[in-house]
T-cell receptor
Framework: DQQVKQNSPSLSVQEGRISILNCDYT??????FLWYKKYPAEGPTFLIS?????DKNEDGRFTVFLNKSAKHLSLHIVPSQPGDSAVYFC????????????FGAGTQVVVTP | NAGVTQTPKFQVLKTGQSMTLQCAQD?????MSWYRQDPGMGLRLIHY???????DQGEVPNGYNVSRSTTEDFPLRLLSAAPSQTSVYFC???????????FGPGTRLTVL
């Protein structure tokens, strides 16, 4: 039973436009959410996170929004660049989970010139 | 700092063979984890450790053993490989529950 879901397996966006990646979760105990980026043949790298006490966190071109009532978070990338082409994973953890992460299936983003 | 290192990068096994995937980190992190990545499944937690001498099972532990004798090392053992264990394996470490996890480059394992 997947507790973190990314329902869009792929996203194609033009360079300079906004990329919006969505993630839904079912476990109300999750209180920390992260986005990871993964290039082929490499390990995932941390991108941005948000605690459940916030509804928005921004880091440069990347912004994560959290809607706790809807159990939904999204990652906005503005503007999108060709180097952003990668697989993006949403992940979540709970306070008592000792750092264990539940991952979504990932969204493949392709940024076209 | 090398971060999280994994060896080997690639491995092909026959059904029933055993092997150990190595993982080491030089960041003095207490928490270490093993994940496997399969198409359409994201990353799933196999085993994790919250410190030397302490390990526990994750979501998909069957067929795998771990031990943590030092803070730096967290090897993953396959006792009798099965084709269902064909996957990409990632080791990760973190300083605490609310810090991001750092991942190694992965080991691509094929079991024939």
């Amino acid at each position: 039973d997947q507790q973190v879901k990314q329902n869009s397996p792929s996203l194609s966006v033009q360079e300079g436009r906004i990329s919006i990646l969505n993630c839904d979760y079912t476990n109300s105990m999750f209180d920390y959410f992260l986005w990871y980026k993964k290039y082929p043949a490499e390990g995932p790298t941390f991108l941005i996170s948000i605690s459940s006490i916030k509804d928005k966190n921004e880091d440069g071109r990347f912004t994560v929004f959290l809607n706790k009532s809807a159990k939904h978070l999204s990652l906005h990338i503005v503007p999108s660049q060709p180097g952003d082409s990668a697989v993006y994973f949403c992940a979540a953890s709970a306070t008592d989970s000792w750092g264990k992460l539940q991952f979504g299936a990932g969204t493949q983003v392709v940024v076209t010139p | 700092n090398a971060g999280v290192t994994q060896t080997p990068k690639f491995q092909v096994l026959k059904t029933g063979q055993s092997m150990t995937l190595q993982c080491a980190q030089d960041m003095n992190h207490e928490y270490m984890s093993w994940y496997r990545q399969d198409p359409g499944m994201g990353l799933r937690l196999i085993h994790y450790s919250v410190g030397a001498g302490i390990t526990d099972q994750g979501e998909v532990p069957n067929g795998y053993n771990v031990s943590r004798s030092t803070t730096e090392d967290f090897p993953l053992r396959l006792l009798s490989a099965a084709p269902s264990q064909t996957s990409v394996y990632f080791c990760a470490s973190t300083a605490s529950s609310y810090n991001e996890q750092f991942f190694g480059p992965g080991t691509r394992l094929t079991v024939l």
